[in-house]
């Protein structure tokens, strides 16, 4: 049928019911259109953004710059697969390397497949290195979220998730977060350990410098490469550009996704040179991945974030909101943590869904991360006078809850 553009919310809402596989479960309203960190609704209601699209929207909605770089670009070409190099392909990977340890990238187009590859590159690397077939252990930690596709699903402990789809990867070691005593579990049939420096969607919870550091040193002993997933917590989402500098840890390699082109779908594996000296080629591919369109939007992206005053900017800006938050005096919430503009604020009980149903009523687009707490993660550009107006909106609705 024609989608007129007279249909009231209720019936695009009901059209949606119709027609999507129901895997998500989506907001009463249907969104139109942005400007900065707010949106509106097709009813001309006002939101202000703190869930940026799960971490995606680090420069807000309608960035002019983006919308000129894409506009540009989109005029000029588009896609061209990967049997071609592309300037903006190749300045994004020499940007990226020229900030991180890394020497290489491989473009993926989100941060599962950003996952799946590392797990195929650290495979190879074993046994081209090792020479040891029995070599395919892999580790991730208790509540870590690594992706849905069947190899990072294997790395997602979440019984909800995996247990339609079983079976899963195989040799997978699931170890509990930040306790040092469990690493003598990482044996040497162990080829990578995958770890966020910062839990998303497990709730926000920060691995120590000290439990990186052991991890780092146990994973050298066994010859295990070290993955570190800064999917949502990287790209100056922390207030540093990556979120495992402070403690001093550098991995093999880190998988990128979410905001890396301002809400456009890419995702990036950063490899060292000893690891991609592994991968020849066909060993691994993506018809879309690193395409020009894309990659042009990204270059814009990730010149903005990784200025030094706008990391600076999420620090002051990130560290206000948190003081605010923890000054909120309610029974209902339990702890505040989280580092920049990644913060977790844990209720005492399980509010999350509540608390985010409501924020629609109150005017505030919001995520939760497991049952008890609510993820606060606005665009990266969002000003003091927004968080006024959320911790005044998420009192409100803590005191009527
Ligand atoms: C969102 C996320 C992923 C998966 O990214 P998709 O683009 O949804 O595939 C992987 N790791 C972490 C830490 C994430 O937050």
Redesign the pocket.
């Known amino acids: 049928m024609a989608i007129s553009r007279d249909l009231t919310a209720a019936e695009i809402v009901a059209l949606g019911e119709t027609h999507l596989v129901k895997t998500y479960k989506r907001a009463p309203m249907v969104l139109s259109h942005g400007r900065g960190v707010r949106v509106w609704d097709t009813d001309g209601r006002e939101y202000l953004d703190f869930a940026a699209g799960?971490?995606v929207n680090a420069l807000g909605h309608a960035d002019a710059g983006m919308a000129a770089v894409l506009a540009e670009q989109a005029a000029k070409l588009t896609h061209t697969s990967n049997l071609y190099y592309t300037m903006p392909q190749i300045a994004l990977a020499a940007k990226l390397t020229a900030h991180s340890f890394a020497d290489r990238v491989f473009f993926t187009?989100?941060?599962?497949?950003?996952?799946e590859a590392a797990i195929k590159f650290a495979r190879k690397y074993a046994r081209v290195t090792h020479q040891a077939a029995e070599k395919t252990h892999v580790v991730c930690f208790e509540h870590?979220?690594?992706?849905?596709?069947m190899g990072?699903l294997a790395l997602?402990p979440k019984e909800a998730y995996q247990a339609p789809f079983r079976p899963l990867m195989p040799d997978v070691v699931v170890l509990p977060f930040n306790d040092q005593a469990a690493l003598a579990q990482i044996t040497e049939r162990v080829c990578s350990v995958f770890i966020?420096p910062i839990?998303?969607?497990g709730g926000i919870h920060e691995a120590s410098p000290e439990f990186l550091r052991a991890l780092r040193a146990r994973c050298d002993q066994v010859g295990a490469l070290l993955v570190f997933?800064?999917?949502?917590?990287g790209l100056g989402r922390t207030g540093d550009l990556w979120a495992h500098t402070a403690s001093g840890v550098t991995p093999d390699m880190m998988?990128l996704?979410?905001p890396l082109a301002g809400g456009l779908?890419i995702?990036a594996l950063l490899t060292t040179e000893r690891v991609a000296a592994a991968l020849t080629y066909g060993d691994h591919g993506s018809t879309f991945a690193g395409g020009p369109l894309i990659t042009a939007v990204a270059n814009y992206v990730f010149e903005r974030i990784s200025a030094p005053e706008f990391l600076a900017h999420v620090r002051r800006v990130g560290g206000y909101l948190k003081a605010r938050l923890a000054a909120l005096s309610s029974p209902k919430i339990k702890e505040v943590r989280g580092r920049g503009l990644m913060i977790g604020v844990e209720f005492t009980d399980e509010l999350a869904a509540r608390v985010v149903e409501q924020g629609y009523a109150h005017g505030l687009l919001l995520v939760s991360a497991g049952t008890s707490v609510l993820r606060v993660i606005p665009p990266l550009i969002v000003t003091e006078h927004e968080c006024d107006l959320f911790v005044e909106r998420l009192a409100a609705i803590l005191e009527r809850l």
């Open positions: 799960i971490a187009n989100s941060g599962t497949e950003a996952n870590a979220f690594h992706g849905r596709t990072s997602t966020e839990q998303g969607e997933d800064e999917v949502q917590c998988t996704a979410k779908p995702g």
